[in-house]
């Protein structure tokens, strides 16, 4: 962990990092950036969008969370409400549960037969290799919080009448199934970890930690792409001319 | 202006009032809110959306920054893009500019004849009633900028290369229509600002008061609505039970 000083000259960079990512596809780039976020519950997906994905503002940032799929969701193929909420060009595109949903909870739900939900693994790196293609940096973040840690999380929601409106009883019959959706992350690392688009597990037990360390994924992705403000031609001594003050 | 420690105060007001009404749309509530923002160019839309709406985080916020139509939505109706991008229950929806440029640069322009754009005033006036009817608070902001203060701030757009990349040569010849974008926001504030969805004219030539002033908008308008976290039905005792340790 930084300290406050390079922690707060980090923060900055990621905010000017995003405005050049927005900035360079106004001059045509097609560049953008996905974070897609999975975690079992209480794992905080939501602190992390708060906290490190907050740092960008509003502008340039979209924010998709999936919940269980409408029944219009239901009648298309898995990857077509995504689809429908893919980021543009120069936007960062975050996902608060993903595709991935439909090899986890669906998997150990038994939803669909086996057979339809062993063949979206492939489907899935296809498509991600085709949003790679396409300019997407993919960044797949796996928050991995404890068993232990979400009891306790569970307990501290229960405590706090203010927090009950996030409690689902269906969370504890989840919870009960923790080794079934343990093998399930285990597949999902084990099968989509491609070169093209990797996982990143971040420990998620310690929230401050798990924020910063997002946050700095985010950061180092940014860095990476290094965009820049698009330089239009602009005659800027004939402009200050028309700018001049009436006499 | 606040002390630094009041504003401290009133921006953690400001979240929690925005995760209260998400929360209570959880619980089935209805209420929404639509940050309708408009202003000559530099007048700082943009600015208070990072500063002003930035405090909310992503969660339960979209923003959407309405250009010039596409083809598709110029077959339309003039609100048909605007209800697509209507704020859901427990969301504040951010319109950086709106429905009403088809009655300001469409009015200035010419872009449709004017027995058309005349009928759009009512329609705006009937389907903002019937916004605040399905529960929407409608909060129209007309960010007020100078015809000097404009000056200086597309002058130093021009001094900063790093800058030029929103400095449209176009922006030049609508300030010189500022007369005729005068006059058309003058028919705005008076055949539009009604009792269901009033104006507020917000003084944008200095930034600090220009984002407080609209933080402060939208705290008021969140304190009045207080939300409440729903108190969903928990029978606390038994659940508690299923999450103790294993013997």
Redesign the interface.
């Known amino acids: 962990m930084p300290t406050t000083k390079r922690l707060e000259h980090d923060l900055a960079q990621m905010a000017d990092l995003q405005e050049r990512l927005w900035?360079e596809s106004?001059?045509g780039g097609q560049r953008r950036v996905l974070l897609v976020l999975q975690g079992m519950d209480t794992a905080g997906k939501?602190g992390v969008?708060?906290h490190a994905?907050?740092v960008?503002?509003?502008?340039g940032?979209e924010?998709t969370?999936f919940k269980k799929p409408t029944e219009e969701e239901r009648a298309h193929d898995f990857l077509w409400r995504i689809r429908k909420r893919l980021p543009g060009p120069g936007m960062i595109g975050?996902f608060d549960r993903s595709h991935y949903e439909d090899v986890l909870v669906v998997r150990v739900h038994d939803l669909v037969p086996k057979s339809e939900w062993e063949t979206r693994y492939d489907a899935i790196n296809a498509f991600e290799q085709e949003l790679v293609d396409g300019g997407t940096t993919v960044l797949k973040v796996f928050l991995h919080v404890s068993y232990?840690v979400q009891?306790e999380r569970?307990?501290r929601r229960?405590a706090r009448?203010?927090k009950?409106?996030?409690?689902n009883?269906a969370d504890?019959d989840e919870r009960a199934r923790w080794d079934d959706y343990r093998a399930a992350y285990d597949a999902v690392l084990e099968r989509t970890n491609t070169d093209a688009a990797p996982w990143y597990v971040v420990p998620a037990d310690h929230k401050t930690y798990r924020n910063w360390a997002v946050a700095e994924l985010l950061r180092e992705t940014l860095a990476e792409l290094d965009p820049r403000?698009?330089?239009?031609d602009?005659d800027?001594a004939t402009?200050?001319a028309?700018?001049a003050?009436p006499h």
Chains 1, 2 share one sequence.
């Open positions: 900035a106004t001059g939501g969008v708060t994905v907050g960008f503002g509003p502008i940032v924010y969370a975050v232990d009891r569970l307990l229960l009448p203010d009950h409106w996030k409690f009883p504890i403000y698009p330089q239009p602009l800027v402009l200050r028309r700018l003050p």
